[in-house]
């Protein structure tokens, strides 16, 4: 199962560029799961799930984390790579999906992380852990998936978290401005040490090319991958009916370049 999460400043595009990712994998056949990680809870929105059909991992809280409890994992010693680990994870996985996973379009797979339900009731860290915890036990245990995005809230927090340790690819979605550059700048930095394997700058809303030289200058200093999406007010009028700019302007060049991006992160892939 192929991990992806999407990372950048606010507004740079990350639900935006996870839903239409997640639409045009799930129509090449791959098995998609989609979990929304950010508090705002954008996602099943974008994706055309009305909120009112969504079941939050935070409002099972308790529940989920006695199910996917595990004493070893939950020890320091806990090494995923070792061969015969026996986990006590106690979870029926396909009543567990049937409860927290929506179906939207293309048979995309929704699950929502959820958010805290009144002033001064502490942080998400919790929640997250309990979205770690799924993505581990999916990626050890189950076949239900071919590739997981996970899209998350503004800002670099949610590498702090360790949530992403050892995906595939992070997204490092950003325009070409200085204040979205200084949190894709840091986003890298953290992914680095979280051992994600492949970095791909994506430079939303380009307008002018000269704005790829802008970013490569500033931030690929690595040598990651650098991918444009073009600007297009189509994306955002799809936006205000909730909808994708998938289903309002297939013809739009944003979806050329979602599928160059597609291209990358399903390379070397053999879908069973
Ligand atoms: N390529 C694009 N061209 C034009 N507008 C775009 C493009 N990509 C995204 N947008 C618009 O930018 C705004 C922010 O997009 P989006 O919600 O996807 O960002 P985000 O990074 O998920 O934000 P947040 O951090 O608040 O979750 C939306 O109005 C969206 O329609
Ligand atoms: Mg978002």
């Not at 009305?50 to 199910?67: N, V």
């Not at 009731?121 to 590739?147: N, P, T």
């Not at 979205?180 to 394997?197: F, G, P, T």
Request: glycine fraction near 8%.
């Amino acid at each position: 199962m192929r991990k992806i999460i999407a990372t950048g400043k606010g507004g740079a595009g990350k639900t935006t560029i996870v839903a239409t990712l997640s639409r045009l994998l799930a129509m090449q056949g791959f098995r998609v799961l989609v979990i929304d990680t950010d508090p705002s809870m954008n996602l099943a929105m974008s994706l055309g799930v009305p909120f009112s059909m969504i079941r939050t991992l935070a409002e099972d809280k308790q529940e989920i984390k006695e199910q996917l409890y595990d004493e070893e994992y939950d020890t320091d010693e806990y090494d995923e790579n070792e061969t015969g680990h026996q986990h006590d994870w106690n979870i029926d996985i396909d009543a567990f999906l049937q409860k927290y996973e929506v179906t939207a379009k293309d048979d995309v797979k929704v699950v929502v992380m959820g958010t805290i339900s009144q002033g001064g009731g502490g942080c998400i860290c919790s929640y997250i852990s309990l979205v770690k915890r799924l993505i581990d036990y999916l990626a050890l245990w189950s076949d239900q998936y071919d590739i997981v995005i996970v899209d998350s809230q503004a800002g670099s927090e949610i590498l702090g978290r360790g949530l992403a340790v050892n995906y595939d690819h992070n997204l490092v979605i950003t325009e070409s401005f200085p204040k979205s550059m200084e949190v894709a700048r840091h986003v890298l930095k953290l992914a680095n040490d979280l051992n994600i394997r492949n970095q791909l700058v994506v430079v939303n809303k380009v307008r002018d090319t000269k704005e790829l030289d802008i970013v490569a200058g500033e931030i690929c200093l690595n040598g990651e991958g650098i991918y444009p999406v073009s600007y297009d007010e189509r994306v955002i009028e799809a936006d205000r009916m909730g909808s994708l700019i998938i289903d309002m302007s297939p013809d739009s060049v944003v979806l050329a370049d979602i599928k160059d991006i597609m291209n990358v992160v399903t390379e070397g892939f053999v879908k069973v």
